[in-house]
């Protein structure tokens, strides 16, 4: 038989060559940045952080949580679009920074820039009176709307609980002059001071106009599909003859081309980390719900949350 030296060769090569390379890393395998779109203090700050220093210490590498915001929060998300897409700079959004903002203003991104990786946490958005106001039920407040315009308030322009408000007056054929606020608790001044008749707001604003203050509001209705378990005693939308719901929620986005195998296993922690008790103590802290959605689920609720908000915006002016 004859014997092939050339072939011997490639051979011989090729097998040290395979037992030389050393074997592929597994992610991550060096330090991972979080961009907060919005400044330090505030509650998508707080669930930065609270997934920050768990994903740390699952991870084994450092996840440095780093502050960008303007734009209500397009310039951190502007700033991830453009990173490198490997898998360690990832980011936090809302519906309104990831799904809206990019409909209403050229931001520099899409929400079609992003991978995404999990919903974090979520709220329904919820209607509330002052506790003397004449409006006693959602049906009451619509009757009035018909009658005359109605004053509302919510924690601003282009918020969620802002385009979730116009959301329902397009699907009540309705059209309600709205006083700008700068925060959920400035709404409620402007709703306790009597300036204006209702708000629109996170539901996680209310738990304390309840308590706390012995009942200074009255909450309508809450935008769920069953009764939120913050607020056992609010009526929904929908079980007062009005097929609504809309929350405001927070998430972790990658760009788009980052790896699956990194979004897997970013989505596989926060899973985990939303299960502990400290995630569910600061849940607590803020009247949040665990919202967790895997990366498939959060990439849906993006795209609806979008096509639910174009005509609504385009119908208000808001569109660009």
Do not use: C
């Amino acid at each position: 038989m004859s014997f092939n030296f050339k072939t011997a060769a490639v051979v011989a090569v090729a097998a040290f060559g395979a037992m030389a390379a050393p074997a592929a890393a597994e992610y991550p395998e060096k330090p991972i940045r979080l961009i907060i779109p919005f400044g330090p203090g505030g509650a998508t700050d707080t669930v930065g952080r609270m997934i920050a220093g768990p994903l740390e210490e699952a991870l084994g590498v450092s996840v440095a949580a780093i502050n960008q915001p303007g734009a209500g929060g397009a310039v951190g998300l502007a700033n991830l679009a453009g990173a490198r897409a490997d898998g360690y700079t990832i980011a936090i959004g809302s519906d309104s920074s990831i799904a809206a903002r990019p409909l209403m203003t050229e931001s520099g991104y899409s929400s079609d820039n992003f991978k995404p990786i999990a919903r974090l946490v979520r709220a329904p958005i919820g209607f509330a009176v002052r506790a003397d106001s004449p409006y006693e039920t959602l049906g009451d407040l619509v009757a009035a709307m018909e009658e005359r315009d109605v004053l509302w308030s919510s924690p601003g322009v282009g918020s969620g609980p802002f385009l979730a408000a116009e959301t329902f007056f397009k699907q009540a054929g309705t059209d309600e002059p709205h006083v700008n606020a700068s925060s959920g608790g400035d709404a409620l001044v402007k709703l306790l001071s009597g300036e204006v008749d209702f708000v629109s707001s996170s539901g996680s604003n209310f738990p304390a106009m309840l308590d706390e203050n012995e009942g200074v509001i009255r909450v309508l209705a809450v935008a769920s599909e069953d009764r939120w378990p913050v607020l056992p005693d609010a009526p929904t939308f929908n079980e007062q003859g009005v097929e609504f719901t809309r929350s405001i929620w927070f998430g972790l986005v990658a760009p788009k081309e980052a790896p699956q195998e990194a979004i897997d296993r970013l989505a596989e922690e926060v899973a985990a980390i939303l299960e502990s008790e400290d995630a569910a103590d600061v849940l607590r802290n803020f009247n949040f719900s665990n919202g967790y959605q895997s990366p498939e689920e959060f990439a849906a609720e993006i795209e609806s949350t979008v096509i639910a908000l174009e005509p609504v915006l385009e119908a208000i002016g808001m569109a660009k």
